[in-house]
């Protein structure tokens, strides 16, 4: 078992050791998980190729150490407990014994399916029991497993596929919203319609809605679980064996498929879940992320599981049947460590504390927050009325690409602060960097966000094109792994994120690229060009703010581009990518070169322009004045 730093000064000087001697800190974390042989070697690593391998050589499967490992203490304790969308419906507790039975019984049916070692499995499904189930029945038999949060459309799942050729899909016949209903299947069928490579489709049975069932393609997943024996020889994997792909938006086109490999995921997604939110033996962690995102693959299935924790999985939306659904289900289930987003904060907090009538809270030990930047405002909110002023918070900074939490408060050991993320994990060594690269040491700094040492939670590539990880995170300063992110480190060494310096928007959380939301807005037929940038929002932290520029206008004039342009991007990508504004203008502001000044665009969304800064390369000045005049919002 990962032992658990208990006070600032074994912080203090953990980290120390994991900066002077990472190898042997990392070795003894290893130390504690079940390989079936030793690795020789701790770390090989360049950050020029670059190359990354942690525990050379050891052989392991990650759910031996989810299961096999924990069935001696935890047979009967549960592992995932699932809350459905409808509080009326029964709910299902799955103990570790339960849970491995039926992931060995669906490896079973996945082998039998054909499905192999090395095979990529793409599974786009609703919060269900399945969908965890299924995760892990790919990693039992070493196949990839690729989740797409079931938002998706159609058209973005075609891309994740086809991105990473895979040849089974798992899904749902529809999935449960809050009180709407989601067709699944059909989406996925739309959506095969283009991708050649998948051979099956696994269909869970949710809602009994009536869906197509192609002959030959499609099965059940009840008719195919159907006489799988319970017992499941594990995979034998190589520490650098691929344990998933997920896909995350990036700054220009299509989506990055972020590569995770099995052992040092393992080791640094328990190792952070357990340090961070200081998880005892039979405290109920609840994560409300979707496992379609990283948060969810961390710290609802892999960290917590691998820790022999009781993980919560819940369906359904925070605001169904009601606004006080979430306090409702910490007291049904008494959990100890709630772990949200501060959009969904900011997004209840506008209801007052009216749903907090009733609830007690009173289990509630630590709380954690995840995905931007928590506001002060929604910071005082989360600790004084959710956590009565008695419960740490934990502002936890990383990414899809950094595999588990890397710079965070441990709860109730290290001091936090309104909008810091504070100090970083033990193994992870943060710099700030000028624009010319040059460190930045010492207090009171800003700058990139970069990190100079490999951490083994770290990706090791963009599926199929290794030239762009290289290009996005270890070109623009060489020798560092560049986060995208902007940060401040202030006069008590804490760090506080700034967002992002790149063209990504984080919108509740969610990570855009405004290259591929332009990209969907160009598919207008009317429209000409378009530019993207993000501006503060209430709720949302970002919004969207599209300029386009348009041949002509249809016979609904602007207001009708304008629905059409969001309609589109709702369908060519997805509701969380569609513009809040979108502004009709003549041209766009150019650079001489003809590059997009979005500088001057981020400006006059923010309502910002007193000083546009330098325009002097600009093409044509009179455009900005236009544009400010039409400005929306
Ligand atoms: C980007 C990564 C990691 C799971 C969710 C998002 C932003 C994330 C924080 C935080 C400020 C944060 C960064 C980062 N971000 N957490 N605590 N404070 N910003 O994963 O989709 O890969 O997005 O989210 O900008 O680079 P992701």
């Given at each position: 078992?990962?032992?658990?730093?208990?006070?600032?000064?074994?912080y203090?000087?953990?980290y120390?050791?994991s900066v002077?001697?990472?190898?042997?800190?990392?070795?003894?974390?290893?130390?504690?998980?079940?390989?079936?042989?030793?690795?020789?070697?701790?770390?090989?690593?360049?950050?020029?190729?670059?190359?990354?391998?942690?525990?050379?050589?050891?052989?392991?499967?990650?759910?031996?150490?989810?299961?096999?490992?924990?069935?001696?203490?935890?047979?009967?304790?549960?592992?995932?407990?699932?809350?459905?969308?409808?509080?009326?419906?029964?709910?299902?507790?799955?103990?570790?014994?339960?849970?491995?039975?039926?992931?060995?019984?669906?490896?079973?049916?996945?082998?039998?399916?054909?499905?192999?070692?090395?095979?990529?499995?793409?599974?786009?499904?609703?919060?269900?029991?399945?969908?965890?189930?299924?995760?892990?029945?790919?990693?039992?038999?070493?196949?990839?497993?690729?989740?797409?949060?079931?938002?998706?459309?159609?058209?973005?799942?075609?891309?994740?596929?086809?991105?990473?050729?895979?040849?089974?899909?798992?899904?749902?016949?529809?999935?449960?919203?809050?009180?709407?209903?989601?067709?699944?299947?059909?989406?996925?069928?739309?959506?095969?319609?283009?991708?050649?490579?998948?051979?099956?489709?696994?269909?869970?049975?949710?809602?009994?809605?009536?869906?197509?069932?192609?002959?030959?393609?499609?099965?059940?997943?009840?008719?195919?679980?159907?006489?799988?024996?319970?017992?499941?020889?594990?995979?034998?994997?190589?520490?650098?064996?691929?344990?998933?792909?997920?896909?995350?938006?990036?700054?220009?086109?299509?989506?990055?498929?972020?590569?995770?490999?099995?052992?040092?995921?393992?080791?640094y997604?328990?190792y952070t879940?357990?340090n961070v939110f200081?998880?005892?033996?039979?405290?109920?962690?609840?994560?409300?992320?979707?496992?379609?995102?990283?948060t969810?693959?961390s710290?609802?299935?892999?960290?917590?599981?691998?820790?022999?924790?009781?993980?919560?999985?819940?369906?359904?939306?925070?605001?169904?049947?009601?606004?006080?659904?979430?306090?409702?289900?910490?007291?049904?289930?008494?959990?100890?460590?709630?772990?949200?987003?501060?959009?969904?904060?900011?997004?209840?907090?506008?209801?007052?504390?009216?749903?907090?009538?009733?609830?007690?809270?009173?289990?509630?030990?630590?709380?954690g927050t995840v995905g931007e930047p928590i506001?002060?405002?929604?910071?005082?909110?989360?600790?004084?009325?959710?956590?009565?002023?008695?419960?740490?918070i934990v502002d936890t900074w990383w990414q899809?690409e950094t595999g588990g939490i890397s710079i965070s408060p441990l709860a109730?050991i290290i001091p936090t602060k309104?909008s810091f993320a504070t100090l970083p994990i033990p193994g992870i060594q943060p710099v700030v960097?000028?624009?010319?690269?040059?460190?930045?040491?010492?207090?009171?700094?800003e700058g990139n966000l970069c990190i100079k040492f490999?951490w083994?939670g770290m990706?090791?590539?963009?599926?199929?094109?290794?030239?762009?990880?290289?290009?996005?995170?270890?070109?623009?300063?060489?020798?560092?792994y560049f986060t995208g992110d902007g940060v401040k480190r202030d006069?008590d060494g804490y760090y506080r994120l700034l967002g992002?310096?790149?063209?990504?928007?984080?919108?509740?959380?969610?990570?855009?690229?405004?290259?591929?939301?332009?990209?969907?807005?160009?598919?207008?037929?009317?429209?000409?060009?378009?530019?993207?940038?993000?501006?503060?929002?209430?709720?949302?932290?970002?919004?969207?703010?599209?300029?386009?520029?348009?041949?002509?206008?249809?016979?609904?004039?602007?207001?009708?581009?304008?629905?059409?342009?969001?309609?589109?991007?709702?369908?060519?990508?997805?509701?969380?990518?569609?513009?809040?504004?979108?502004?009709?203008?003549?041209?766009?502001?150019?650079?001489?070169?003809?590059?997009?000044?979005?500088?001057?665009?981020?400006?006059?969304?923010?309502?910002?322009?007193?000083?546009?800064?330098?325009?002097?390369?600009?093409?044509?000045?009179?455009?900005?004045?236009?544009?400010?005049?039409?400005?929306?919002?």
């Open positions: 078992m990962i032992r658990k730093i208990t006070t600032l000064g074994g203090i000087r953990e120390q050791e002077e001697n990472p190898k042997l800190f990392w070795t003894h974390q290893a130390e504690a998980f079940y390989w079936r042989k030793k690795w020789d070697k701790v770390l090989d690593w360049n950050f020029e190729e670059p190359s990354v391998k942690w525990f050379l050589n050891g052989k392991l499967n990650i759910t031996e150490n989810i299961f096999e490992r924990n069935m001696f203490l935890r047979k009967d304790q549960p592992a995932i407990i699932w809350e459905p969308n409808n509080p009326e419906e029964e709910g299902i507790t799955l103990t570790y014994e339960e849970l491995f039975k039926k992931v060995n019984q669906f490896a079973n049916a996945l082998q039998k399916m054909g499905i192999e070692k090395g095979d990529r499995v793409v599974i786009y499904m609703p919060m269900i029991p399945e969908l965890a189930i299924a995760m892990l029945a790919c990693a039992r038999i070493g196949a990839i497993h690729s989740i797409v949060f079931a938002g998706f459309s159609a058209k973005s799942l075609v891309e994740r596929i086809n991105d990473a050729q895979a040849k089974m899909v798992i899904t749902s016949d529809e999935g449960y919203r809050g009180n709407k209903t989601i067709q699944i299947k059909a989406i996925v069928d739309e959506s095969l319609t283009d991708c050649p490579s998948v051979e099956n489709v696994v269909v869970v049975e949710r809602t009994g809605g009536a869906v197509d069932m192609k002959a030959g393609r499609d099965i059940w997943w009840h008719d195919a679980i159907q006489d799988m024996p319970e017992e499941n020889e594990a995979a034998e994997m190589d520490s650098e064996d691929m344990l998933f792909i997920l896909y995350t938006s990036g700054s220009t086109g299509k989506p990055k498929g972020i590569v995770h490999t099995t052992g040092g995921y393992m080791v997604s328990a879940f357990k200081q998880y005892s033996d039979n405290d109920m962690f609840f994560c409300t992320a979707d496992i379609g995102w990283i969810g693959h710290y609802i299935i892999y960290g917590p599981l691998l820790c022999g924790a009781k993980t919560l999985m819940f369906e359904g939306i925070p605001t169904f049947p009601d606004e006080g659904r979430l306090w409702e289900i910490v007291d049904k289930y008494q959990v100890n460590q709630l772990y949200t987003a501060p959009t969904a904060l900011r997004s209840l907090m506008t209801y007052g504390e009216e749903p907090l009538d009733n609830k007690s809270l009173r289990s509630l030990k630590v709380l506001n002060e405002e929604a910071w005082h909110w989360y600790h004084d009325h959710i956590g009565k002023g008695n419960c740490p899809t109730g309104p960097l000028d624009n010319e690269g040059k460190e930045l040491s010492g207090r009171n700094v490999p083994p990706l090791r590539t963009i599926y199929g094109d290794h030239e762009r990880c290289k290009n996005v995170y270890f070109s623009k300063f060489k020798g560092y006069e992002r310096v790149d063209d990504v928007i984080v919108v509740s959380g969610h990570n855009l690229g405004t290259a591929e939301i332009e990209n969907a807005i160009n598919e207008h037929p009317l429209v000409h060009e378009s530019a993207v940038v993000g501006y503060p929002h209430e709720i949302k932290g970002q919004g969207i703010y599209a300029f386009v520029v348009c041949s002509e206008l249809s016979t609904g004039g602007e207001e009708g581009i304008r629905n059409s342009v969001i309609k589109g991007v709702s369908k060519i990508i997805s509701p969380i990518a569609k513009p809040d504004r979108v502004q009709i203008v003549s041209g766009l502001p150019k650079t001489r070169s003809g590059k997009i000044m979005r500088r001057i665009l981020r400006k006059i969304a923010e309502n910002n322009y007193s000083d546009l800064g330098d325009i002097s390369t600009m093409l044509d000045p009179d455009l900005v004045d236009e544009i400010i005049k039409g400005r929306i919002g």
